[in-house]
C-alpha cells in the first residue's frame, strides 16, 4: 500500500512540475511542434535507437567476459525492455531491477557476477558522464568561472570524478584484492565461496583495461549521440547555441534526470535542462525542455517496443547459455 501511494505521488509530481513549467512559461509545447519536422523526427528516432543499442553494447561485452556470451539482440530485448520499467516505476533504477532479476535468472549459478556486471555497467556509464562534462567544462574555463553557480557545478564534478577514479584504483588493486579476502577469512560468517568469488572477478575487470577502454569509449559515443540531439533542436530553436554546450549540460541533466524523482524522470529532467541551458544562454532554456521531452519520448517509444517482450518473455528472454561458457 505504501509503495503503491509513493508511486502515486511520484506521477502527481511529474505532471505537476510540467504544469507549473508550462504555467511560468518554461516549457513551450510550440517549440516541440516547430522542431517536429519529418527529417528531425528521423534523425531523432536514429539518434536515440542508436544511442540505446551502443549503451547495451557496452552491457553485453561486460557480460560476456564474466558471465555468458549473448547476442546484441539478445541484450538489446533487455535493454528496452529496461526502458518501460524506467517509466512504469520511478527514477531511472527500475529498468536495471527487472534486467537484474532477468540476469540472475539465466545465470543461477553465477548470480553475483552477473549483479556485478550490471552494476559495473552503470557505473561506467555515471564515470563517463561526468568525465564528458568535466572535459567540456575544462575546455569553456573561463566561461564556467564567471558564473557563481557554474563553478560549484565545475567543482562538484570534478569531485565525483576524482572520487570515482580514486574508488576504481582501489577496487581494482592486487593489494586491495587480498586485503579482502584476507578480511573473509577471518570472519566465518562472512568466509563464503561464493564472496571470494566476487572479490576475483572485481579484480579480473580492473585487470582488463582494454575491455574497460571498450566500455568507456561505448559509452561516451552512446551520451555523445544523446546529447546531439539537443543540438539538432537548438539549430531550430536557438541557432546561437554552441555545440559544446549541450556537450556541458548533457551530461549534468542526464545525471539529475536519471535520480529516483518521477518516472522516467519526467518533470524533473524538463525543469533541469531549463536551468542550466538558461545559466548559460539566457532564453535558451526551450532547447533543453524541448529536448529532453523529445529524448524521452524516444526512450518511451523503445520501452513500449521492449513491452512487448517483457509480456513475451518466456519465448524472448529466457536463453540458452552457450556451452563455452
Not at 536495471?96 to 539465466?106: A, C, E, F, S
Not at 579484480?203 to 549521440?225: E, F, H, M, T, V
Not at 531550430?236 to 556541458?248: E, G, K, W
Request: proline letters at 4%.
Amino acid at each position: 500500500m505504501k509503495k503503491t501511494l509513493g508511486n502515486a505521488a511520484k506521477i502527481l509530481l511529474a505532471i505537476g512540475l510540467i504544469a507549473w513549467l508550462v504555467a511560468k512559461g518554461m516549457f513551450d509545447v510550440s517549440a516541440i511542434q516547430k522542431v517536429l519536422t519529418p527529417l528531425n523526427v528521423i534523425i531523432f528516432i536514429l539518434l536515440g535507437t542508436t544511442s540505446t543499442f551502443l549503451a547495451s553494447e557496452r552491457s553485453r561485452l561486460l557480460l560476456a567476459h564474466q558471465v555468458a556470451t549473448y547476442s546484441r539482440f539478445q541484450i538489446f530485448k533487455l535493454s528496452i525492455m529496461g526502458l518501460f520499467f524506467n517509466f512504469a516505476m520511478p527514477g531511472g533504477v527500475g529498468g536495471d531491477v527487472v534486467k537484474g532479476v532477468y540476469l540472475v535468472k539465466n545465470n543461477s549459478h553465477q548470480r553475483g557476477t552477473a549483479l556485478l556486471a550490471l552494476l559495473l555497467d552503470r557505473i561506467i556509464g555515471l564515470y563517463c558522464m561526468v568525465f564528458l562534462a568535466v572535459a567540456v567544462m575544462l575546455a569553456d574555463l573561463e566561461h564556467v568561472l564567471q558564473t557563481p553557480q557554474l563553478q560549484m557545478i565545475f567543482v562538484f564534478m570534478n569531485a565525483v570524478f576524482a572520487a570515482l577514479t580514486i574508488g576504481a584504483a582501489i577496487c581494482f588493486n592486487t593489494k586491495t584484492s587480498k586485503l579482502l579476502h584476507g578480511t573473509l577469512n577471518r570472519i566465518p560468517i562472512l568466509n563464503h565461496p561464493k564472496l571470494h568469488k566476487l572479490i576475483d572477478a572485481l579484480y579480473d575487470y580492473g585487470q582488463n583495461p582494454l575491455l574497460l577502454a571498450k566500455a568507456c569509449g561505448l559509452s561516451i559515443l552512446a551520451q555523445s549521440l544523446a546529447i546531439v540531439l539537443f543540438y539538432v533542436v537548438a539549430r531550430t530553436l536557438a541557432p546561437d547555441v554552441p555545440l559544446n554546450l549541450c556537450f556541458i549540460v548533457g551530461p549534468i541533466g542526464f545525471i539529475v534526470t536519471a535520480l529516483p524523482i518521477t518516472p522516467g524522470g519526467v518533470g524533473v529532467g524538463q525543469a533541469a535542462f531549463f536551468y542550466l541551458f538558461e545559466l548559460y544562454v539566457k532564453g535558451s532554456g526551450s532547447v533543453g525542455t524541448t529536448g529532453i521531452t523529445l529524448h524521452q519520448a524516444i526512450q518511451l517509444l523503445l520501452g513500449v517496443w521492449g513491452a512487448y517482450y517483457f509480456v513475451r518473455s518466456e519465448k524472448h528472454l529466457i536463453w540458452t547459455l552457450p556451452k563455452d561458457v
